[in-house]
């Protein structure tokens, strides 16, 4: 995940669910109404990158005097989204081939890699290696799937290529939906290597 | 994994063109005495410096090890000086050498329809192309791969530009910037370097607030410079140490355990591996970065 990362600064972009923990005066475009103040405890949308900073820098304990002993409380209070939530971390153990992660967030695992060195969320973690173990074979066997139909009876080898890279892109499109994106980098990868090899072989 | 015993056969062409062309009755043109020259001083001088060690073959197997790695690994590897400025040498003469004997082709060409009584043996000495074809592809397939390891060694040069130049000004490193990169990729590093800030200069950085202009920035809430995914997870061949080496090798790392030996590794997170001598691994960079250094083992 570096600076320059396109998909990481897209997965940066998410919104997660927030929480107030102080007035903020003069924020309030943040809530769509400028020139007025945040209240405590409302809650709004923060893309990651804003809340991620948010959540980790104290902000100045003048007006909750109470709490200025222990460690200072952060602006916001970063609640937990919808697809980390119990439902979703429960059908994820379950069945983890069948999940739909594309329609749950397309950044699903760089998102779940941040908020664990967020929160050094153990279990989270485990879930996730988990799915992602799990989903990565049914990956495999997608991506080490290249039909050649036409392999051996055409003498064009460029129109064989083209049939191979056709047959093999919508024939599993069923799963392939539901990948995410960094899935989806995956699947790529591998079928290309996949393809390639057996182009190799095949050919010539 | 396999020997590669293609250069073992490239080396047996090259000797077989040196007595194609002596074989045959051609003593008058300049065609033996041109390869003596110029195969002969680049080896002779080679075993000068250390003897029995260095031949083009072992050379050619450094490079092809050493591309090898360098496509594979995640850090940009140091430069292997020597053995470049021997491997481009040698490059230069055999292309001088390949073109002397083209010559020597047309020399004869001429010499038949000139005078024809000479043309009994000639014909089947001259119009034996082939060892002319094998020098010539031999010396495309080192092109090809020195090309590739250059190549390979500048779009990582592009890569962590930043990070290189960090190296260059904290200057805590053990290896000093010079030795990592050759001359030419220093300059190149330096001079893209300031081509591509200026570019983000006038482009973006220039309407920025000024505390947000610097391009290496590391406090900010992503750090600017991309270093090596140290971690990146790498094949690894362990070599055998060749038998004279054995003996010594306990020295540095390698224990007997059970039946073969064993290389032991510490992992920084929580455990002990062991890598067995001719074994392929799938290990994190970092933790064999050691053995690559010594050579004790190859990326695949």
Redo the contacts between chains.
């Keep these: 995940m570096?600076?320059?990362d396109i998909e990481d600064v897209l997965a940066d972009s998410v919104e997660v669910p927030c929480k107030f923990q102080f007035k903020m005066p003069g924020l309030g475009y943040l809530e769509g109404n400028p020139g007025r103040a945040i209240e405590k405890n409302s809650k709004l949308n923060l893309p990651l990158?804003l809340a991620?900073?948010l959540a980790i820098v104290g902000g100045g304990s003048d007006e909750d005097t109470e709490y200025e002993p222990e460690e200072p409380i952060p602006f916001v209070e970063l609640l937990k989204p919808d697809f980390f939530a119990t439902k979703f971390i429960n059908s994820a153990k379950a069945s983890p081939e069948s999940l739909d992660v594309h329609s749950v967030n397309a950044y699903f695992y760089s998102l779940a890699v941040k908020w664990i060195t967020l929160f050094e969320d153990k279990e989270l973690a485990s879930v996730v290696s988990e799915m992602l173990l799990a989903r990565a074979l049914e990956i495999n066997n997608h991506a080490g799937s290249v039909n050649i139909v036409t392999s051996t009876t055409t003498t064009d080898s460029r129109l064989e290529s083209h049939s191979v890279h056709f047959e093999s892109a919508n024939k599993n499109s069923q799963f392939l939906m539901t990948l995410d994106q960094f899935e989806k980098d995956l699947h790529r990868h591998a079928h290309d290597s996949y393809k390639q090899t057996k182009r190799w072989m095949v050919e010539r | 994994m396999d020997i590669n015993i293609d250069d073992i056969l490239a080396e047996l062409d090259r000797d077989t063109t040196v007595v194609d062309q002596s074989d045959p009755l051609l003593p008058s043109d300049g065609n033996t005495t041109m390869i003596d020259s110029s195969l002969d001083p680049s080896r002779m001088d080679v075993e000068k410096e250390s003897p029995g060690v260095v031949t083009a073959e072992a050379d050619y197997r450094r490079l092809i090890t050493l591309w090898r790695n360098e496509r594979c690994s995640p850090e940009l590897l140091p430069y292997p000086s020597s053995l470049m400025s021997r491997m481009l040498r040698r490059l230069q003469a055999q292309m001088d050498n390949i073109e002397s004997i083209a010559m020597g082709f047309f020399e004869d060409s001429d010499n038949h329809e000139s005078v024809d009584e000479y043309a009994a043996p000639h014909p089947a000495s001259t119009n034996n192309k082939l060892p002319l074809l094998c020098m010539e592809a031999d010396l495309e397939r080192l092109r090809f791969v020195i090309r590739s390891y250059l190549r390979c060694r500048l779009s990582k040069v592009d890569e962590y530009a930043l990070y290189l130049k960090q190296l260059e000004q904290t200057e805590k490193e053990i290896m000093p910037l010079n030795e990592l990169l050759s001359a030419q990729e220093l300059e190149y590093h330096e001079r893209h370097f300031t081509i591509l800030l200026k570019l983000l200069n006038n482009s973006v950085l220039k309407h920025m607030p000024s505390e947000l202009q610097a391009i290496n920035d590391t406090e900010g809430?992503?750090?600017?410079?991309?270093e090596p995914d140290w971690n990146k997870f790498v094949f690894v061949y362990v070599k055998t140490p060749s038998a004279n080496q054995l003996q010594y090798e306990p020295a540095l790392s390698t224990g007997e355990y059970g039946k073969s030996c064993y290389t032991v590794n510490i992992e920084e997170l929580e455990e002990d591996v062991e890598l067995a001598v001719g074994g392929i691994y799938v290990m994190r960079y970092l933790v064999i970065r050691e053995l690559l250094r010594e050579d004790k083992i190859e990326l695949i």
């Design positions: 570096g600076y320059f990158w991620r900073i | 809430s992503v750090s600017m410079i991309d």
